[in-house]
Structures are given as C-alpha cells and as structure tokens.
C-alpha cells in the first residue's frame, strides 16, 4: 500500500470510530490491520486487542493480529491465533495461506501443502496461494506438481522473488538446465537477487562445462559470503579444473579452516590436499 493510500485509508477509519457504535470493533479491527501491514504491527496489535476485547473475535482479526505477532518475532503468539482464526472460519482462503507460511518455516511442509492447497481451491487468487504450495511441494521433493505450482505463481506474481528461485532448483533436478538458469538469471538481473542464485547458477555451470561462468558466479557469491566451505570447495574444484592448481589449494585450505575437524567436507579437502 502507497503511503498516501495508507494515510487517506487511516483517516477514513478514524472519522468512522468517531461515531462508531457498536461496529467500533470492526473498525478497530480494520486501522489494527492496516498499521500492521504498513510496518507498525505494535500499534496495530494495540488496536487488535481492543477489539478482541470489545467482543469482536473473528477470523480476519486472528489472521491480522497473527501477521502483527510474527513481524514482532513473536512467533509462538503468531501460530497460537492462526490457529484460533481457522477454528473460527476453516474457509478463509488468507488465513490457510498465512498458516501454511507458519508451517513452512516450522519445517511442516505436508501441513503446508494442506493448507496451500485448500486455499487455491478455496480462492485461486488470494496473494501467495500458489506460492506457497510450489514452495512446500519443492521441499517435500515432490517436484512435477511443484513446477505446476510455481509456474502459475510465476504468472500471478512476476516480482515475487523466491518463486523463481525455488523454480529454478526444480528445474535442475528435472534435468532442465537450461529452464533453470534461466530462472536464476531472473533472479540475478531484477536487481533484487538472492546471493544463493549466483551458488546455483554456478553448479549449474559447472556441470554444462562452462567454467569461466561457474567461477565467475561462486566469486561473486563468496563476495557476499566470504566464509562458506561448501562454495569454496567447490570454486576450488572449478579452479583446479581451469588448470589453476594453487588458487584451487588457496579455497581448500580456507574452506578447512572454517570446518569442524569431523565434518565429512573437511575429511574430503584433507584428502584433496594431500593429493590422494
């Protein structure tokens, strides 16, 4: 929501609570919502909780007093009245889509799915419907219905990053490279990218042989994040594949210095610079 739409919507609600008589509730409700949404979830759980104590408990207030709790890392609170709106209304499509976020990061994708699912049934066009059920799908491996999924959400929310890069991995364990990183170069030339596209876009490079560009995108990864063995082990491997054998040992011996002495990685880079 534009600033200045934000700002002519709050004085509407307020001329409303002016005379509000027994809608007052509602329209707490409704300024609760919006200040939540608009970066100020304290205030908007203030008003929230006024109007849960006026009476007025609905689904739509759990569903925005929850989304105020978790901008407030609150989380726990925010699964407790997700789980309370659904109670209250199991149809509302919003809601099954925010509990299925809640899932998602609780690591409860086959309950994610449920809900995701339901939602698109219930409402194919409420924000994040399919998104979330492409990216659920995606982590439970199930990856045909996934791509189905995130392909519709890719057409609905074309500036939704996370779909593409989600998209992308499905792609590459379909075996479709190049529908891949395509996906990845999306993510990367939008201008809002995640650092973890150019690590998969450089994988994938890697296995086509393009190893100038797979070293290329593990470099400008490892700009981002200096420190992570994984990524240099495997810009080390692209170096000693381009015949640069000391800038290969160079990563290996950092990646090392980062590891744990009985990670599995640093038993294969002890192996590596040893030259067995």
């Known amino acids: 929501m534009r600033r200045q739409d934000r700002d002519a919507a709050l004085a509407d609600v307020e001329a409303a609570l002016a005379t509000a008589g027994r809608e007052r509730g509602a329209f707490l409700q409704l300024r609760g919502g919006i200040l939540a949404a608009t970066g100020e979830p304290a205030r908007g759980l203030v008003d929230l909780d006024a109007a849960l104590e006026m009476g007025h408990e609905t689904a739509a207030v759990r569903l925005d007093r929850s ?7 609150r989380h726990e609170e925010a699964r ?9 209304d199991p149809r509302h499509a919003q809601l099954r889509v925010h509990r299925a976020h809640l899932r998602m990061r609780q690591g409860r994708y086959a309950e994610a799915v449920e809900d995701a699912a339901l939602a698109v049934a219930l409402d194919p066009t409420v924000d994040r419907a399919h998104a979330n059920l492409g990216l659920s799908l995606s982590r439970l491996r199930r990856d045909p219905e996934a791509l189905a999924a995130l392909d519709e959400a890719a057409a609905r929310e074309p500036d939704m990053d996370a779909i593409f890069m989600e998209r992308g991995l499905v792609r590459a364990r379909l075996g479709d490279h190049a529908g891949a990183e395509a996906d990845l170069d999306h993510v990367l030339e939008v201008g809002r990218g995640f650092a973890e596209a150019y690590h998969q876009r450089g994988v994938l490079r890697a296995r086509r042989d393009d190893l100038p560009g797979a070293l290329a995108d593990y470099t400008a990864f490892l700009a981002l994040h200096p420190d992570h063995p994984p990524v240099l082990h495997r810009r080390g491997l692209v170096h000693e594949r ?3 054998v000391e800038a290969a040992r160079a990563d290996w011996r950092r990646a090392l210095a980062l ?8 038993a294969e ?3 590596r610079l040893a030259g067995r």
């Open 242 to 244: 381009l015949g640069d």
């Open 80 to 88: 407790e009245d997700a789980e309370r709106g659904v109670a209250l």
């Open 269 to 271: 880079l002890r192996s």
């Open 67 to 73: 989304m105020a709790l978790l901008s407030l890392g």
């Open 259 to 266: 590891l744990d002495p009985g990670d599995r990685l640093a």
